[in-house]
C-alpha cells in the first residue's frame, strides 16, 4: 500500500465528487442516497440499504466496490449459512500436523452481505464483532481485518417469509440505513437502454485506491467540531430516549455515529469544521432504524419522530 498523506477537506470533498458521479454512472440513484453511501465509507460505518427488489440495491454496492481499487467479496446469506463460512475457519493440516486458520469474506476491505436477513440470528451475529472492532475471533485467537473495511448490507423489507428480522444490537452497528426508492421515469428510460448491452456496474473504472480512502478517512478525524456541536448532538439523542412513542431511542453509539458522520459531511463540502446542519442533513439515515417504537405507538414512524425531534431540539 502506498504512502499517502491524511486528505485535507478539500482533497476529501473532491474525491467524495468522483465517487458520487462514477456510481452514478452505473446506478440511477438520487444524490442524497449515494452521499450518504460516501459519508458512512469515510467515516468507518457501515451500510444497510433497504428496499424493494429490483431498485438497484446490489448494483448500488456493488458500484462502490468497483469504485475503489480494493479487495471486494460478497456474502449470499441463505438459512445454511454457518458463522465460520462468514468470518472463516481453522482447518487441520495433516501433513504439517496443525490448525490453519482458512480466513472468511470479511477479510476483503468491500464486503456485500446480500439479504442479511435471510440468514440466521446465530450467522447475523457473526458480524457482530467484525463490524464493531474490525476483528475476528476464532478459537479465541484474534485475526485482525483488512482496513479500510466496510461492510454494505441488503435487505428487502416487503417480504417476510423465511427471513429472520436484524436485532437491535445488529442494527446499531449500521451507521445508515438507504432507501433507493423508485427512478423517475426519464432515468428509468434511460436505464433500459443503457444496461440493454451490458452491466454498467462492470464498466466501472477505479478512481481511487485504498490508501487512499485511508487517507481520507484519517482527514476526517481532524475535522472540529465544536463544544456546542457535541452537545447537539447528545441532545438529539436524549430526545428520543424520552419520547412516549419510543420504547428504546437513540444509544450513545448512535450519537457517536452521527458525530463521526456529521464530520465526513463537512469534509465531502470542503469544509474544516462541521455545523449542526451537517447533524441535522445526517440525523434521519443515522438514527431512524436505531428507534424501537413503543407498543401501541400509532402516530408517526421512526423517520417522522426524527424529523419532529430536529424540529423540537434547538441547536446550541
Do not use: W
Not at 442524497?32 to 427488489?53: K, N, S, T, W, Y
Not at 446490489?58 to 446469506?77: I, N, P
Not at 479500510?148 to 445508515?176: C, H, I, W
Request: glycine share 6%.
Amino acid at each position: 500500500m502506498s504512502d499517502v498523506p491524511d486528505l485535507d477537506p478539500g482533497g476529501i470533498a473532491g474525491l467524495g465528487a468522483s465517487l458520487v458521479q462514477n456510481i452514478r454512472r452505473a446506478v440511477k440513484v438520487s444524490d442524497e442516497v449515494v452521499r450518504d453511501v460516501v459519508v458512512a465509507l469515510f467515516a468507518e460505518g457501515h451500510v444497510l440499504i433497504e428496499d424493494h427488489p429490483g431498485v438497484g440495491k446490489t448494483a448500488l454496492a456493488r458500484s462502490l466496490a468497483r469504485s475503489l481499487e480494493a479487495e471486494y467479496a460478497r456474502v449470499q446469506c441463505t438459512a445454511d449459512l454457518l458463522p465460520a463460512d462468514v468470518v472463516g475457519t481453522n482447518v487441520f493440516n495433516q501433513r504439517e500436523a496443525r490448525f490453519e486458520f482458512h480466513p472468511g469474506p470479511v477479510f476483503a476491505n468491500v464486503v456485500l452481505v446480500d439479504e442479511i436477513n435471510r440468514t440466521s440470528p446465530k450467522t447475523q451475529s457473526g458480524l457482530l464483532e467484525c463490524m464493531q472492532e474490525r476483528r475476528v475471533t476464532v478459537d479465541g485467537h484474534p485475526h485482525e481485518l483488512a482496513r479500510p473495511f466496510v461492510v454494505l448490507a441488503t435487505q428487502n423489507p416487503s417480504e417476510y417469509e423465511g427471513t429472520y428480522p436484524l436485532p437491535e444490537a445488529q442494527l446499531d452497528r449500521f451507521m445508515v440505513r438507504v432507501s433507493m426508492g423508485y427512478p423517475s421515469a426519464d432515468d428509468e428510460a434511460s436505464m433500459l437502454d443503457e444496461h440493454a448491452a451490458s452491466d454498467r456496474v462492470e464498466d466501472l473504472d477505479p478512481i481511487c485506491d485504498v490508501a487512499m480512502v485511508r487517507a481520507a478517512q484519517r482527514g476526517v478525524t481532524h475535522v472540529h467540531a465544536a463544544e456546542p456541536l457535541r452537545r447537539y448532538v447528545v441532545a438529539v439523542c436524549e430526545a428520543t430516549r424520552t419520547d412516549s412513542r419510543v420504547e428504546l431511542g437513540a444509544s450513545p453509539r448512535a450519537g457517536l455515529m452521527l458525530f463521526r458522520a456529521a464530520k465526513a459531511l463537512a469534509a465531502l463540502d470542503g469544509r474544516d469544521h462541521a455545523l449542526p446542519d451537517d447533524v441535522q442533513a445526517l440525523a434521519p439515515a443515522v438514527l431512524a432504524h436505531r428507534l424501537a417504537l413503543a407498543p401501541g405507538a400509532i402516530s408517526g414512524n421512526a423517520s417522522d419522530i426524527v424529523a419532529e425531534t430536529l424540529e423540537r431540539v434547538p441547536a446550541l
